[in-house]
Each structure stands twice: as structure tokens, then as C-alpha cells.
């Protein structure tokens, strides 16, 4: 008896240890693993091998297929197939790095193996490898600029930047511009990382020994070998206008919430002009803005004042970076940027997913495991945090699992006669 009593206090004990650690066991048939992390290279066929889950698990092949494994993803995405013949987690589609997770990195897509008799979960992770397969791409391939002969050198001209949807050493680096017997250009970055170019006059120009001159400008990502995508400057030097236009600031910052109407008022910018008539008259535009700003913002050219055109989604873009560009009537402009913070609503309901249903179920028999489901919310921050509930006058009771996993059980043994059936509503 007294070797029962120890046994029976060291099992109390590990069931503690295990409710510590957020594993739940069910009469010692559920359990959590070691975090799994794997990774494979975007664009491999379907089929290809990541790993061989039975020998990670130190499992037999067969007690996969008895066990009835399955992978599991979130939001039920079909991206592996498990071979339970041989063990081999495998591609079940060709991976593109940029479509799953566009500048995030690492990209990392989580998922869960789960077994059962006795249930068990095993997280694992996959990390998609980035591969050059993007060339840098600019948003104009032709770009024209009227600088002022009288412009000293040493002067910064802003230019239009390119875009490549690789990221790390694969995205853009650096760009560069031929001829340049006048200009040099510098590449800078911005808050997020992506680089644009600069153009600095070196020699002072001349209207009347050439009027205009046309250079290239190239953007290469840092590949082996590198890729390139190339753009067209044309040059007009004109006569003195002496004062560009100047922004009250050089950077805006504004927050909207992203269920705001339509021609909501965002910002209005603000730039002044010391020089007179033609020279002094000031219209505003986008600088190089891109197809997804000029479709959900509008920009009055005469007061300056941005609006809202087309309804927002924090959960697809929650940061615009917005360049605009005042010029005056003799070619001269300024330059100013607005960053747009959109502030999450709570607008995405939860989302459940069924893993697993077990009904019927016996009667007179202890807890046992009648559903295993998942949840989750698009939403961020409180707004995406899920709380599960049933009904309170069941025998039953939810139990949380590993990471966003519950199990739906019953609280002891069922009587058939007493109560044939139960319909559970997961709230």
C-alpha cells in the first residue's frame, strides 16, 4: 500500500508539472512535444522532402497510420501532405515565399502534427527560405527632372525608387547611374528598410552648352549573380528660378481608424514659395506613389489637402508611406513624406475549426475526449484574443490545449437512459 501511495503522489505531482507547462493530459492519453523547426527553399516542387516525422518523433512508420496522424495548419491551409508508409513530411504545393508572407522575415508557417489514441500534439515550424527570383522593378521606367542651371553642386535631387519583393540580401541594394560626368548617386533607406536613390549634382550645369541630358539609372539587388532593372532620367536645365518650394514639414505623421468613411479628411500638407508669380505658385501631386496609394488616396492639388478614397484593412496594410511633391510653376519642387497609421478595429469575428469529433461516445466510462478544435482571429492585439465557452448546465467542459487548441470533454461517466443525446454550443 504504501508503494501504491507513492506511485499515486508522483503521478499527482507530474499531472501539476504538466498544468504548469499549459499541456493538458487525459488520463495520460494527451500531451505536448518539443517545438519542431524545419525549413525548405520557396519554389521546391510538390513533393519534396522536408523530413522524416516518424524517426524526429521516435516513432515506428506504422504507428503513424495506427495513430492516426494528421498535419494540421492554420486556417486550414493544405501546404504538406504526411506519407504514413514511409514517415516523410512532404510538400504538398510549391511554395512562394513573397505570397505567404510578402516583407515579413523570417517567414515562418506554423503548424501542429497531431496524434491520437492517446491524443497528442507535436508544434512544429517551417521556415521558407528566400531565393532570388524577383528582379527590383521601378514604378516609373521614365522619370524627367528640370534643374535650374544656377544649381550649385553638391545638391539632392530625389528620385523615383524601385521595388523587389525579396527580401534580405536578395532585395534591392544599392542603385547606380551612367553616365555620370555631372551627377554621383547616393541610396538611402527608409523607416522600413527599403532603399531609395538620391541624385547629387557634381558640376554645375550649363543651360546654353547642353540644354538637357539623359542618364540611366540602375537598381541591383545583392543576388549572386545580382539582378538589375534600369529606368530613364531625361534631364531639362532651364533658366534661374531661384527658391524651390519648401514644406512647412519634412515628415507628417497621422493615425486613421481603418473603418473610416469615405473622403475622410487625412492631412493637409503645406509648402511655401519665396519667389513671385509663375515661379511662386504652388500644386501639389503624389511623388512617385504607387498603384495601391493612388487607389486609396487622393491629393488636392491646389490646398494640399489628402482624403481618403477607398476603404482601409489593417489586417492587409496597416502603414502607407506616402511621398508628396509641391512644385512651383518654374519646374522647382520640394519634397515631403506622410506616414498613414491605420489603427485596428475589431471588425474579424473568431474563426473555429474542428480537428477531431468523437461521438457517439460510451457511457459509464470516465472523462473522455469528445471534440478537438482550434481557434483563431484576424484581428490584433485585445481585438484578436478568443475566450471559448459552452453552455453551463452540461456535463461537459472545455480544456485548453497547446497554443490556440482546445478539447471539449465530458466532466465524468454519461447515463444513455438518462440523456440519449446533447447539442454543445462552442461560443
Known amino acids: 500500500m504504501a508503494e501504491n501511495a507513492m506511485e499515486a503522489g508522483g503521478e499527482r505531482f507530474f499531472k501539476q508539472r504538466q498544468v504548469l507547462l499549459l499541456f493538458v493530459f487525459l488520463g495520460g492519453s494527451l500531451a505536448g512535444s518539443e517545438l519542431k523547426r524545419y525549413s525548405v527553399a520557396e519554389e521546391k516542387e510538390r513533393g519534396f522532402l522536408i523530413a522524416n516525422l516518424a524517426k524526429d518523433l521516435g516513432l515506428r512508420v506504422g504507428e503513424l497510420s495506427a495513430r492516426g496522424a494528421q498535419v494540421v495548419s492554420k486556417g486550414n491551409k493544405q501546404h504538406f501532405q504526411l506519407n504514413h508508409q514511409t514517415g516523410d513530411l512532404l510538400l504538398n504545393e510549391k511554395l512562394d515565399r513573397e505570397e505567404l508572407c510578402g516583407p515579413t522575415e523570417p517567414c515562418m508557417l506554423h503548424f501542429q502534427i497531431l496524434l491520437q489514441?492517446?491524443?497528442?500534439?507535436?508544434?512544429?515550424?517551417?521556415?521558407?527560405?528566400?531565393?532570388?527570383?524577383?528582379?527590383?522593378?521601378?514604378?516609373e521606367d521614365k522619370m524627367q527632372l528640370k534643374i535650374v542651371e544656377s544649381t550649385p553642386p553638391g545638391t539632392v535631387i530625389p528620385l523615383g525608387s524601385a521595388e523587389d519583393l525579396d527580401v534580405g540580401r536578395n532585395s534591392l541594394q544599392n542603385y547606380t547611374i551612367a553616365p555620370n560626368s555631372h551627377f554621383h548617386v547616393l541610396t538611402r533607406s527608409r523607416r522600413d528598410g527599403r532603399k531609395y536613390p538620391e541624385l547629387v549634382l557634381d558640376k554645375a550645369l550649363?543651360?546654353?552648352?547642353?540644354?538637357?541630358?539623359?542618364?540611366?539609372?540602375?537598381?541591383?539587388?545583392?543576388?549572386?549573380?545580382?539582378?538589375?532593372?534600369?529606368?530613364?532620367?531625361?534631364?531639362?536645365?532651364?533658366?534661374?528660378?531661384?527658391?524651390?518650394?519648401?514644406?512647412?514639414?519634412?515628415?507628417?505623421?497621422?493615425?486613421?481608424?481603418?473603418?473610416?468613411?469615405?473622403?475622410?479628411?487625412?492631412?493637409?500638407?503645406?509648402?511655401?514659395?519665396?519667389?513671385?508669380?509663375?515661379?511662386?505658385?504652388?500644386?501639389?501631386?503624389?511623388?512617385?506613389?504607387?498603384?495601391?496609394?493612388?487607389?486609396?488616396f487622393q491629393l488636392n492639388p491646389i490646398t494640399g489637402e489628402m482624403q481618403l478614397v477607398k476603404?482601409?484593412?489593417?489586417?492587409?496594410?496597416n502603414t502607407y508611406e506616402v511621398d508628396i511633391e509641391a512644385k512651383d510653376g518654374g519646374g522647382l519642387s520640394g519634397k515631403s513624406t506622410v506616414i498613414v497609421q491605420v489603427v485596428d478595429v475589431n471588425d474579424n469575428p473568431p474563426e473555429l475549426t474542428l480537428s477531431s469529433v468523437n461521438s457517439p461516445i460510451p457511457e459509464n466510462t470516465g472523462e473522455t475526449v469528445v471534440a478537438v478544435f482550434s481557434v483563431s482571429d484576424l484581428d490584433s492585439g485585445d481585438n484578436g484574443k478568443v475566450m471559448c465557452?459552452?453552455?453551463?448546465?452540461?456535463?461537459?467542459?472545455?480544456?485548453?490545449?497547446?497554443?490556440?487548441?482546445?478539447?471539449?470533454?465530458?466532466?465524468?461517466?454519461?447515463?444513455?437512459?438518462?440523456?440519449?443525446?446533447?447539442n454543445i454550443t462552442i461560443t
Not at 459552452?390 to 440523456?419: A, C, H, W
Open 117 to 139: 489514441n492517446p491524443l497528442q500534439f507535436i508544434t512544429n515550424e517551417l521556415q521558407v527560405i528566400d531565393v532570388n527570383d524577383h528582379s527590383p522593378v521601378f514604378f
Open 206 to 296: 550649363d543651360r546654353e552648352e547642353q540644354p538637357e541630358l539623359v542618364l540611366t539609372l540602375t537598381a541591383l539587388d545583392g543576388g549572386s549573380p545580382p539582378q538589375s532593372g534600369t529606368a530613364q532620367i531625361h534631364i531639362l536645365v532651364l533658366d534661374i528660378n531661384d527658391n524651390a518650394p519648401e514644406f512647412a514639414q519634412s515628415l507628417y505623421e497621422v493615425q486613421i481608424l481603418e473603418n473610416s468613411p469615405i473622403n475622410s479628411a487625412i492631412v493637409t500638407v503645406s509648402a511655401s514659395d519665396l519667389d513671385t508669380g509663375n515661379f511662386g505658385a504652388i500644386s501639389y501631386a503624389f511623388f512617385h506613389a504607387s498603384e495601391e496609394i493612388i487607389k486609396t
Open 311 to 317: 476603404y482601409l484593412n489593417f489586417e492587409a496594410i
Open 389 to 422: 465557452s459552452i453552455q453551463d448546465n452540461l456535463p461537459f467542459l472545455l480544456k485548453p490545449s497547446v497554443e490556440n487548441f482546445y478539447t471539449l470533454m465530458s466532466e465524468g461517466p454519461l447515463d444513455r437512459e438518462s440523456q440519449a443525446e446533447y
